[in-house]
């Protein structure tokens, strides 16, 4: 049972410290602390208690009687608190809509038949602790709902479902293993019947791991990743503007040098003179300007949001790549009504960032994909493109700034990619890459919509004929 212990506690915490504001992670942390509670009563049991006595023979009654006050404890938290926290978490993971209107009265309204237990059920005895053969018609019920309500759940894109996958795989069957294991078989008399549970607990876990950094959980590997990240653009962003300032000031003398030496070798009619002070002139002028455009692109960011149309606003957006496109085939998928909070010039930056990338992994041919979706709590917009692809290695890599596959002109700092992570990042949303060689890279840009202010309007057909709310908007675009 320490194992266990050790394991839901570590797993709760990490849930809890990834992302604390979103409640899927607060709710299923908490079922991780309930069940670990339980492991934490039988420790008490089977190790604490009688290795003081053993230890101490003199223990005082106080000291034992608190032990067992704790046990009791955390083996009601335990028994009550697993079926509350998982379907909590089941409604937060897929929300009802008339139960999520309910706000504080739901999760009050859920506990109630905790509060009538503690209240005119037996008290606790090692034997048992809880009555199960009446609290089991409420926890299986629990349980059950809040499996199905996941499962139900509606995802976007691939990646989205290979995470759901992951979450079902790692929770569900842990949790009905446990119902049947600690409420169902010892309603009928086979009690201690929970010792089993640490089998489940350890393959939940293990899934759980491997999820974290395959594919993500919950977001705790894009927590990770964001930690990482952040980490190393404000870095990038103390070093080039010290650099910057540095660099044009030196500049700066550079170029006021030379526009007398200019003009002196022009007075004087020296025309090789000339020519290097225009050599020297142009290279300040290039310096100055790639100073520039990697701090522009590592600056922290100051958001002018706006109310705009979403679906309007990434077709208009995509007009201007029409000339670019060559024999590649653009295919859009937009959704009209969606109002949202953006800075428009920043986003539309990051987007050319991302579109730019595509034309020229796709190298004049291919298909480029441009597709809008909308999940619960979240706006989804995916950019994916049919080019060569990235190797796991260097898609890990992919945005980390100045890291670049790209071969050419020197005019390539891999900051394309961060920017666009950056600018997300601000936006209260997340950049999700998923790349694989031969087969394309996609981007998908996720918005909260909490965060950008969604909301669904009424839909005037400004990005096509008139359609119904919501409605998607679909075509192909090529220029020959």
Not at 375 to 390: F, H, Q, S, Y
Request: hydrophobic share 45%; net charge positive.
């Amino acid at each position: 049972m320490l194992f266990v212990l050790i394991a839901l506690w570590i797993v709760g915490l990490i849930l809890l410290l990834s992302d604390p504001r979103l409640a899927t992670n607060r709710w299923l942390s908490g079922v991780a602390f309930t069940g670990g509670a339980g492991a934490f009563a039988a420790v008490i049991d089977g190790t604490l208690i009688p290795y003081v006595k053993l230890a101490n023979p003199g223990t005082s009654e106080t000291a034992e009687q608190l032990l067992y006050m704790i046990q009791a404890a955390s083996s009601l938290t335990s028994y009550y608190g697993l079926p509350f926290t998982f379907l909590m978490f089941a409604l937060s993971y897929r929300p009802i809509g008339k139960l999520s209107k309910l706000g504080i009265g739901l999760p009050l309204l859920l506990f109630l038949p905790i509060a009538l237990c503690l209240i005119f059920t037996p008290g606790y005895n090692e034997v048992r602790p809880v009555s199960h053969n009446i609290i089991v018609w409420w926890t299986v019920p629990y349980m059950l709902f809040g499996t199905v309500n996941v499962l139900l759940k509606r995802n976007g894109f691939a990646s989205q479902t290979r995470k759901h996958i992951i979450v079902c795989m790692a929770v569900l069957p842990t949790v009905l293993l446990s119902m049947t294991m600690s409420y169902v078989l010892p309603s009928f008399g086979l009690l201690r019947m929970w010792v089993y549970n640490t089998w489940f607990v350890g393959v939940g876990v293990t899934i759980f791991v491997i999820g974290m950094f395959t594919y993500g959980f919950l977001g705790v590997r894009i927590l990770i990743e964001r930690r990482r990240l952040d980490t190393t653009l404000r870095a990038v962003t103390s070093g080039t503007a010290i650099l910057n300032h540095a660099i044009k000031n030196d500049v700066g003398k550079l170029r006021l040098f030379g526009e007398k030496m200019k003009a002196h070798a022009i007075a004087t009619n020296q025309p090789e003179l000339l020519a290097d002070v225009e050599t020297v002139l142009n290279t300040s002028r290039h310096i100055q300007e790639m100073i520039y455009r990697v701090h522009h692109r590592t600056e922290d960011l100051q958001l002018r949001t706006a109310a705009v149309d979403f679906g309007e606003f990434i077709a208009s957006h995509l007009q201007s790549f029409t000339p670019m496109l060559g024999a590649v085939q653009l295919r859009v998928l937009l959704i009209e009504g969606w109002k949202v909070e953006i800075d428009r010039a920043q986003l539309a930056e990051a987007l050319t960032n991302l579109i730019n990338n595509a034309l020229e992994a796709m190298g004049g041919e291919g298909e480029l994909t441009v597709e809008m979706k909308e999940a619960k709590r979240e706006i989804l917009v995916r950019i994916a493109d049919t080019g060569p692809g990235m190797t796991r290695g260097q898609a890990i890599k992919a945005l980390e700034p100045f890291y670049t596959t790209k071969r050419g002109d020197g005019a390539n700092f891999g900051l394309g990619l961060p920017y666009a992570y950056n600018v997300m990042r601000k936006h209260g949303g997340n950049l999700q890459l998923t790349s694989k060689r031969g087969e394309g890279t996609a981007i998908q840009l996720v918005f909260r919509k909490k965060a950008v202010r969604a909301a669904l309007a009424d839909a005037k057909g400004s990005l096509g004929s008139s359609r119904s709310q919501g409605q998607a908007i679909e075509g192909d675009r090529a220029n020959g």
